[in-house]
């Protein structure tokens, strides 16, 4: 009887072999992207924004203005645009924009769109960012729409950049009910969804009608694999193309392997330990000093990112600016660090230092090492990783004593969250003084670039003061891909596939 | 036989309610998901404009209440994350697990009754120890630690196999033989030492005296009488299937519900949580119930104890 | 993750007679059957045992010390890091010495607790009966339906990563599967002629659970608490794959071996080493497990 059951065993196994070596491989002009992490749904007005979301939804929406690799404003869907008062923008639309559904874009669908995204009925999280700016949009012509600002904005054409603005057809839209539109979007990118498996795959269709003509990959499959050493594997074993988010630590490992290469891209944004300046012994900004003194930025970027992020300088970053090229890096000096604690009294009180453990790339052995330099100048650090919705809970709450965060920009220090990010929940840490805001409110509208200039250095020596926070080193973003392949990664994370961005080589 | 049934019925409606109402607080106290969602400019106005949209601003009884009703009107609720009905995105994932579970189970039986049998059958001799280390081994090593080895020398350097996904068979191999080992390893054991007692029960020997051919008294005594732990552990195994899933599939990137559930609670995804969770239990009360059921089967004189 | 699993109502098929006293002869049957196999597995244990208990003297100093310039160091090459270092330059030797302590300190003590509480509500359990019994197997049935790992993460997520949440949920792990066994047990036990004796003869419940229930559903315990000790380690490593292992930096096997595997390609020791031994500490009690239920003669899974 044992013998008939492995009989069966062996045959099943034989079966399904002969049936597997008959399947053929297929080898269309496919682009396979592995990521680490997937969006759930794919209306841009409603979704949260992500680092995922930059990524996707750039390869599917387009919207009226694009940021270029400089971090510049360019057009996309609209041409050109003018102010014709301190609150009115006009801008001219793209002519023979074609949607992914074959319609063609008007103004009408533009206004539709912009005042879903604002004031749309759909329960929406990323519409704060465009909220406290946009008054109202307004389709004043064929190809011509009005945008009105709650206040004087010079940075609008920056905000319309992002994919979360994007346009989409307003009939369809409206034809088509909430819950079937997050997995059937339809917009004016370089790509169509044609299908979705959640924890999978999302695939993507070439949008032949795509205003700047047709991009390279006939079809896009991006690829869900949460695990790193998987998605490395898949790499090497040449199951996908391109892979996002490595491991700072295989990138010369995967550098070196003959058919793969690794790109490193600095992104616009910084690392940065923020203090609660309200509560614990972070109240006193002597400690915050002390704390900040403590941290040997250089050997963290050396050591653990193999030397390939800049340590900062500024609490701005180069391009931006106002940024001060010639600072020396932040100081490193643990002797003074515990002479300010000892000028401050600290007597062994413990330190809650809750950083979160896998959002930020490399960022827990990042919080390991300064955990470890604070305990160095005698600091007594409760040091507890948390998970990441328990860490952004805790930090709009208002109960972390230190944490690490990331502050972006977008090249003017007027949306860099250095300057503007107090008047959110992060002011619950820390009340700039009324001069700070002052400074900051003449710097944003004021058109005599000195008086920016003298404005922003003097916001800098403010929080060199105060240090609310302290900046760490600028972010990079690592790319996998397979040799051949030409592309450049965007500081925004976006993966841009856009014709001239994007060519499998030969 | 049908007041046993609905007896067992009430049972697992019951038990339902207590997973429901466990699930509903334990998630609650692990923080809203409004915070993960917000960009780092919003105010702590939009925060609580966005709490009151989903309806957390309400005592956790409200909510709970308001769960129930939707419940009985088969309302599971939205998805925050996926923003879609959380019984449509639970329903997508059902089966792949299945597909990654079911041929796990399958095998782990089909091999594992025999080679226990056959390890009873030569105790002690050269076979028995052999089949000893198997399972011994398949109970070394964390799942994800054997799954990662089988990646690295199966699929990148032996290229035989593909890393992730679940497209061709294929792609089955290396998750279903990471995800059998563990329960193989159990059903050795188990039927091995069940078999062993059966086999010093007085009716083996009086069937041996009556001169009963091996076969016969393997096939018609010592079976299903030694069958009857394994029964129970198939039906505990169908609970344990997302849990041992989970680590599997996040391992090889398998769209299933065991991802979608750790997901889920990074995501503080209470809607789709709670239906996982709800299928999942619902799932076990049915599979014991078959359990009881194959008692029956397997031995008619078993008696229906109620709450046994 | 894994589950044991034991047989419910099944029971475990233990020893069906009272135990006699054992004779002389029998009293030494066990070292004659110890084989090669479990005599190595018993060596391996000790060693590992001592190892651990004696980390401060075999590698003094403190597990979670870093060394920046020095990450990443392979075993062998450099002779302040015998078996080299890990992602932030900590002693890889220290860390599995006090690392071990960390798993095995989870597996014993989580066992303990688990099996004495799963005892102790199997046999009131089954020998009460009526409603006690009913709640008792309520709650076991509503924790057993919930996926582990989801309660497991929930739990974790709400009282934090320290060693007595995650030995309160190994434990927690435990308790159910006993107190089915157990129950199973007693409630045979109970219609059995010395239990009836007993109780015909006046003998008050705590004195019959004590003197003849207990003593007769040791032995089985006893396997099953040896094989759940390599579970609960293995258990401990599948919650630090999913981040909620024990809090870093305090080191365990499960969290190094997790996260040393996103670098495996550039520094193989760090996962590998960890993993090496607690295969051979899981193996060693496996073995010792499957030799003591064939001495003890018990049939469990």
């Known amino acids: 009887m044992l013998k008939q059951w492995f ?8 079966v399904m072999s002969v049936v597997g070596f008959t399947a053929a491989q297929d080898s269309a002009p496919t682009l396979t992207i592995g990521i680490n992490a997937e969006v759930g749904a794919f209306d841009p007005h409603s979704v949260p924004g992500s680092i995922i979301g930059n990524r996707i939804f750039h390869m599917m929406f387009d919207q009226l203005t694009r940021t270029d690799s400089q971090g510049l404003v360019q057009p996309m869907l609209a041409t050109e645009w003018t102010q014709t008062d301190d609150t009115t923008w006009v801008f001219t639309l793209r002519e023979g924009v074609t949607f992914h559904n074959g319609e063609t874009m008007t103004a009408e669908d533009a206004a539709f769109s912009l005042n879903r995204l604002v004031f749309g009925e759909q329960e929406s999280s990323i519409r704060t960012l465009y909220t406290p700016f946009i008054a109202g949009v307004e389709a004043t012509g064929e190809l011509e729409l009005t945008i009105t600002t709650v206040a004087p904005d010079p940075l609008l054409p920056l905000r319309l950049s992002t994919p979360y603005s994007a346009i989409m057809p307003q009939a369809y839209v409206e034809a088509t009910n909430f819950e079937a539109l997050q997995t059937a979007p339809i917009g004016a990118g370089p790509y169509r969804m044609t299908e979705f498996i959640a924890g999978d795959r999302i695939v993507l269709e070439r949008h032949d009608n795509y205003w700047m003509g047709a991009p390279e990959a006939a079809t896009v499959t991006i690829r869900l694999i949460p695990e790193t050493s998987t998605r490395v594997a898949a790499l090497q074993a040449g199951e996908v193309d391109l892979i996002t988010t490595v491991s700072p630590d295989l990138v010369d490992v995967l550098d070196a392997e003959n058919a793969l290469r690794v790109d490193t891209v600095p992104v616009y944004n910084f690392m940065l330990i923020y203090f609660n300046t309200t509560m614990g012994i972070t109240q006193d900004s002597l400690v915050r000093r002390a704390l900040s003194l403590a941290i040997d930025r250089e050997a963290i970027a050396d050591a653990l990112w193999g030397g390939r992020v800049r340590v900062m300088n500024d609490f701005f970053l180069p391009g931006e600016f106002g940024y001060g090229a010639e600072r020396p890096i932040f100081p490193y000096d643990p002797e003074q660090a515990q002479a300010l604690l000892a000028e401050a009294g600290y007597d062994g009180e413990e330190l809650p230092f809750t950083p979160p453990s896998t959002y930020y790339t490399n960022g827990q052995l990042v919080t390991d090492a300064i955990a470890e330099m604070w305990e160095a100048v005698g600091i007594n650090v409760a040091y507890e990783p948390l998970d990441t919705a328990a860490w952004a809970d805790r930090s709009l709450g208002g109960q972390n004593i230190a944490t690490l965060q990331s502050f972006g920009t977008s090249g003017d220090p007027a949306t860099n969250s250095v300057v503007q990010t107090w008047n959110s929940w992060l002011g619950q840490y820390y009340t700039p003084s009324e001069e700070f805001n002052t400074l900051a409110a003449e710097a944003a509208q004021s058109l005599d670039n000195d008086v920016r200039l003298a404005n922003y250095r003097r916001i800098a020596e403010i929080l060199e003061t105060d240090v609310p926070f302290t900046p760490l080193y600028q972010s990079v973003e690592f790319y996998a891909m397979r040799d051949g392949i030409t592309w450049t990664p965007h500081q925004e994370f976006y993966i841009d596939l856009r014709p001239g961005a994007f060519n499998f080589g030969s | 036989m049908a007041r046993f049934l609905a007896f067992r019925l009430l049972r697992t409606l019951l038990t339902l309610l207590g997973v429901v109402a466990l699930t509903f607080v334990l998630g609650r106290l692990t923080g809203d998901p409004v915070a993960l969602m917000l960009p780092q400019q919003a105010t702590l106005d939009d925060y609580n404009r966005m709490r009151a949209a989903l309806g957390l601003d309400q005592p956790l009884l409200v909510q709970f209440v308001r769960y129930l009703e939707g419940l009985t009107r088969g309302d599971l609720g939205r998805s925050i994350v ?28 089909m091999l594992g009754v025999p080679l226990g049998m056959w390890a009873a059958y030569q105790r002690n001799r050269l076979p028995d120890r052999l089949i000893a280390g198997l399972s011994l081994a398949g109970q070394s090593l964390p799942s994800f630690a054997i799954a990662i080895v089988l990646i ?9 196999t593909p890393t992730f996904g679940s497209d061709t068979w294929r792609h089955y191999i290396l998750p279903t033989i990471t995800l059998t080992l563990y329960p193989l390893a159990i059903i050795i054991r188990l039927t091995r030492s069940s078999m062993l007692e059966v086999l010093n029960q007085g009716y083996m020997r009086t ?5 009963l051919s091996d076969r016969i008294r393997a096939t018609n005594h010592a079976l299903p009488n030694a069958l009857i732990p394994v029964v129970t552990v198939i039906g505990l195994q169908v609970a344990a299937i997302i849990s041992g899933a989970a680590i599997v599939e996040a391992v090889f990137a398998w769209p299933g519900l065991g991802t979608l559930a750790v997901g889920s609670i990074g995501g503080r995804d209470y809607p789709v949580i709670q239906t996982i969770v709800l299928i999942s239990a619902a799932a076990f009360g049915i599979g014991n119930l078959l359990v009881d059921l194959a008692y029956f089967a397997i031995d008619p004189r078993i008696q229906t104890k109620a709450g046994g | 993750m894994e589950k044991a699993l034991t047989p419910k109502s ?10 006699p006293a054992l004779t002389q002869g029998q009293r030494w049957r066990w070292l004659r059957e110890m084989n090669v196999t479990i005599r190595v597995a018993t060596v391996v244990l000790l060693i590992m045992v001592l190892a651990v208990v004696l980390a401060d003297f075999i590698a003094p100093g403190d597990p979670t010390a870093q060394s920046l310039r020095a990450r ?41 607790i688990g099996t004495v509480v799963g005892v102790a509500l199997g ?8 409603w006690v019994d009913e709640v008792i197997s309520y709650v076991a049935e509503v924790q057993l339906s919930l996926p582990f790992v989801l309660l497991a993460i929930a739990v974790a997520l709400v009282l934090g990563r320290s060693l007595a949440v995650l030995i309160g949920l190994a434990a927690l792990s435990t308790w159910p599967l006993y107190s089915r066994v157990v129950r199973g047990e007693v409630l045979s036990l109970r219609e059995r002629e010395f239990v009836v004796a007993a109780r015909a003869l006046g003998g008050n419940s705590t004195h019959i659970i004590l003197r003849h229930l207990l003593p007769n559903i040791a032995a089985p315990i006893l396997v099953l608490a040896t094989i759940n000790i390599g579970r609960i380690i293995l258990l401990e490593s599948g919650l630090s794959f999913l981040g909620i292992g024990i809090q870093p930096p305090t080191p365990s096997w499960g969290n190094m071996i997790s996260d040393g595997r996103e670098v495996l390609p550039v520094a193989w020791w760090i996962s590998t080493l960890p993993a090496l031994a607690l295969m051979l500490l899981t193996l060693a009690i496996g073995t010792l497990g499957d030799w003591l239920r064939d001495v003890l003669d018990v049939a469990v899974g």
């Not at chain 2, 690295?152 to 035989?160: A, E």
């Not at chain 3, 990443?72 to 932030?88: E, I, K, V, W």
């Open chain 3, 72 to 112: 990443l160091t392979p075993p062998l090459t450099n002779p302040d890091y015998l078996l080299g270092t890990d992602g932030t330059g900590r002693d890889l030797l220290m860390r599995l010495l006090h690392g071990g302590r960390v798993s095995l300190l989870i597996g014993i003590t989580a066992t303990i």
């Open chain 2, 82 to 109: 996926f923003q879609r009905p959380a019984a449509e995105v639970v329903a997508e994932r059902i089966p792949a697990t299945l597909a990654l579970g079911a041929p796990a189970l399958l095998l782990s039986v």
């Open chain 3, 123 to 130: 046999v009131v359990s089954g020998y009460a009966r009526g």
């Open chain 2, 207 to 211: 069937a041996a005296a009556k001169g």
């Open chain 3, 10 to 19: 099944a029971g475990i098929a233990a020893s069906n007679q009272a135990m």
């Open chain 2, 152 to 160: 690295l020398v199966f699929s990148v350097t032996l290229r035989w």
């Open chain 1, 7 to 14: 009989r069966l065993v062996v045959a099943v196994c034989i």
